[in-house]
């Protein structure tokens, strides 16, 4: 038998993202798992070197960047997530996401990734590569990913409580 204790989704607050919280969320309580929610904040000290070789310094810029990203991160977890499923928000500061992601995954020892994908086309793929494809090839765990439009396996609450009656 499967056993998951730890959920993590991983959001960059796109349509895909919401469903895989959504996902997350379902398995969560199906589960009896936590739930933990990962932003990856771009590091803008990594993309401030200018044509003349010196590095800028940004931190009034990443600390925004940051702050935005918790204040959107509390607006995704509620308190119910906390209190029924003990969710929480953690945010992390990296010019790769995919990296980051695992990186957290395995210090945390998380039993699953559930994370949205866009499903774009095989040129866009090709040139921009895939945050969910690296983290599918790299994770320390198993990876769920959701694509927006997604089929939908979980149903929000009022069409559950009319297909249970």
């Known amino acids: 038998m499967m ?3 730890r ?28 739930l933990d929610v ?3 904040a771009d590091n803008v000290f990594a993309h401030a070197v200018g044509a ?5 310094a940004y931190p009034a810029i990443q600390a925004d960047i940051e702050e935005a990203a918790r ?3 509390n607006q995704l977890v509620c308190d119910e997530d906390r209190a029924v499923l003990g969710a929480k928000t953690v945010i992390r500061v990296s010019p790769t996401p995919a990296m980051a992601i695992v990186d957290y995954a395995r210090e945390a ?3 699953l990734i559930v994370i949205g994908t866009h499903g774009r086309g ?22 769920l990913t959701v694509r927006h439009p997604e089929h939908e396996f979980v149903l929000p609450d009022a069409l559950m409580t009319v297909a249970k009656a």
Do not use: Q
């Not at 993590?8 to 969560?28: C, I, K, P, Q, S």
């Not at 095989?122 to 990876?143: D, F, K, Q």
């Open 3 to 5: 056993k998951l204790t």
């Open 7 to 34: 959920i993590l989704v991983a959001t960059d607050f796109g349509e895909a993202a919401d469903v895989a919280l959504r996902y997350g969320r379902e398995l969560a309580r199906n589960f009896g798992a936590t």
């Open 38 to 40: 990962l932003h990856v």
């Open 52 to 56: 003349e070789g010196f590095v800028a």
């Open 71 to 73: 204040a959107r991160l």
């Open 109 to 111: 020892n998380v039993d």
């Open 122 to 143: 095989a040129m866009a793929h090709l040139l921009m590569g895939s945050v969910a494809e690296r983290v599918v090839r790299t994770a320390p765990c198993p990876v």
